[in-house]
């Protein structure tokens, strides 16, 4: 099942993704000059999160804690068990690997284990995330989904198949699962899922990742669509169709990160590398009707191409000085707005050559 796109904000966002008609300009042969800083990181390890607590920026990988001192990323914790989800508190870093979870103190870096009540045995952590309130929550497949408060882990949703959770700005929480996406607000929760109970409805009910991107919204992508709550959930499925697409590039790519850049677009992390959706120019379809399938042939999704040695990002994260970091395997990539207009003129130039 495809939805229609209704929303108007994102309207013109998706509609050339639609229907997955999507084509790819090939990939351009000019490269940008290496962008700076450029932090390498050992052991080329895939990234799970980029996170700042105060001054202090942490990268976390499969099996590593890395803080960055200086020009480099320094480690200064590896565990054996593979980390899957991590957040920051206030003074440790969480982490979810598939043997339980771990806290790591961000000034001894010491490592202490912490049991989920009633787990017959160590169960794999698919979700670590911090809420508005500042509580801390953990989804693990078996057990559920529990909220830290008071030194103890309280129960708050018993669906076992959990595959990632987030808390969005406007103090909502999300869970993925494999029976559908749950959403906390306040006391309530809501449940979306293909059925469409209670009006509450997305295309498909295995929810594999949440994607917020720095614009307030969260990307829910599922087996077989993607589609986007605006400003972190404001708009619900019972008001009206989500604005949803059946893949970014192509089918089956795998998206990894999300972000919105001032001045040019939308910025996708995806299997195939950097996937832009530039803007459109202002009132260029404003005669569209709104529920229109129309595809407008000059919106593409644009590649842009890295420079060697810095990898494919996995990770994306705008700043608040809006810079963008891109993590890949390679390492940690900074650029400022203009580093990354840059590249995105590069990338359409060599596209304008091409025609």
Same mark, same amino acid.
């Given at each position: 099942m495809l939805f229609p796109i209704n929303s108007p904000s994102l309207r013109q966002l998706l509609r050339p993704l639609l229907a997955g008609l999507l084509l790819l300009l090939s990939f351009p042969r000019a490269l940008p000059a290496r962008p700076r800083p450029h932090y390498p990181v050992a052991g080329a390890e895939k990234p799970v999160a980029l996170l700042h607590a105060g001054k202090a920026t942490y990268l976390v990988t499969a099996h590593s804690v890395f803080r960055l001192e200086g020009k480099e990323f320094v480690r200064k914790q590896q565990l054996t068990s593979i980390i899957q989800c991590a957040a920051v508190a206030d003074s440790a870093l969480w982490l979810g690997t598939h043997s339980g979870v771990q806290t790591v103190n961000t000034s001894s870096f010491k490592t202490h284990s912490l049991n989920l009540p009633g787990a017959e045995a160590t169960p794999s952590i698919t979700a670590v995330f911090?809420?508005?309130?500042?509580?801390?929550?953990?989804?693990?497949?078996? $057990? =559920?989904?529990?909220?830290?408060?008071?030194? !103890?882990?309280?129960? @708050?949703? &018993?669906?076992? %198949?959990?595959?990632? *959770?987030?808390?969005?700005?406007?103090?909502?929480?999300?869970?993925?699962?494999?029976?559908?996406?749950?959403?906390?607000?306040?006391?309530?929760?809501?449940?979306?899922?293909?059925?469409?109970?209670?009006?509450?409805?997305?295309?498909?009910?295995?929810?594999?990742?949440?994607?917020?991107?720095?614009?307030?919204?969260?990307?829910?992508?599922?087996?077989?669509?993607?589609?986007?709550?605006?400003g972190g959930g404001r708009?619900?499925?019972?008001?009206?169709?989500?604005?949803?697409?059946?893949?970014?590039?192509? $089918? =089956?790519?795998?998206?990894?990160?999300?972000? !919105?850049?001032?001045? @040019?677009? &939308?910025?996708? %992390?995806?299997?195939? *590398?950097?996937?832009?959706?530039?803007?459109?120019?202002?009132?260029?379809?404003?005669?569209?009707?709104?529920?229109?399938?129309?595809?407008?042939?000059?919106?593409?999704?644009?590649?842009?191409?890295?420079?060697?040695?810095?990898?494919n990002p996995v990770l994306l994260e705008v700043d608040r000085q809006q810079r963008l970091w891109l993590a890949s395997e390679a390492g940690v990539t900074v650029l400022t707005a203009k580093?990354?207009?840059?590249?995105?003129?590069?990338?359409?130039?060599?596209?304008?050559?091409?025609l």
């Open positions: 911090r809420d508005a309130q500042g509580a801390m929550w953990v989804g693990a497949n078996g $057990p =559920g989904v529990f909220r830290w408060t008071n030194h !103890a882990f309280v129960q @708050e949703l &018993r669906t076992p %198949a959990i595959n990632g *959770g987030v808390a969005t700005a406007d103090s909502s929480v999300w869970i993925a699962t494999s029976i559908g996406l749950s959403r906390k607000q306040g006391t309530e929760w809501t449940r979306y899922n293909e059925e469409g109970v209670a009006n509450h409805e997305i295309p498909d009910n295995i929810v594999e990742k949440l994607l917020p991107d720095n614009a307030g919204n969260l990307w829910v992508v599922m087996s077989d669509a993607i589609c986007v709550f605006e708009r619900g499925a019972a008001e009206e169709e989500l604005p949803t697409v059946k893949f970014i590039g192509r $089918p =089956g790519n795998e998206v990894t990160g999300v972000a !919105a850049v001032a001045g @040019e677009g &939308r910025l996708f %992390a995806t299997a195939q *590398g950097l996937l832009l959706l530039p803007n459109e120019p202002a009132n260029k379809l404003a005669g569209f009707a709104p529920a229109t399938d129309k595809v407008e042939p000059k919106r593409l999704l644009r590649p842009l191409v890295m420079p060697p040695g810095t990898g580093e990354f207009h840059r590249l995105t003129q590069t990338a359409a130039s060599a596209a304008t050559a091409k």
